[in-house]
Nanobody, 126 residues
């Protein structure tokens, strides 16, 4: 059973930065993609970013491209999301997720992921 534990959220002013972390544990952890999603109050959960665990290729939602960076430390089974130039509309609970079933390289939809973290709150004040 894979367990994901995230951290790093907080309250920050617009224009500020945070680093979110997500550590995976479990016997023989392996994954195709690790992703970050977010959910704001009253809105559906949405894709933020993903990383191919083997190749390191990265993918971003248009709304965060150029401001957020996803990275991984495979030795630590940890994925990071560096969130920069934060805007009030980035306020949400952020979740990391692990994709353990191959799905033709797809990474965008939350139903493609098998394991989820508990979520970390990011609040951006204007």
């Amino acid at each position: 059973q894979v367990k994901l534990v995230d951290s790093g959220g907080g309250l920050v002013q617009a224009g500020g930065s945070l680093r979110l972390s997500c550590a995976a544990s479990g016997r023989s952890f392996s994954t195709f993609h690790m992703g970050w999603f977010r959910q704001a109050p009253g809105r559906e959960r949405e894709f933020v970013a993903a990383i191919n665990w083997r190749s390191g290729s990265t993918y971003y939602a248009d709304s965060v491209a150029g401001r957020f960076t996803i990275s991984r430390d495979a030795a630590k089974n940890t994925v990071y999301l560096h969130v920069n130039i934060l805007k009030p509309e980035d306020t949400a609970v952020y979740y990391c997720a692990a994709q353990q079933r191959y799905n033709s390289g797809s990474y965008y939809y939350d139903y493609e992921y098998d394991n989820w973290s508990q979520g970390t709150q990011v609040t951006v004040s204007s």
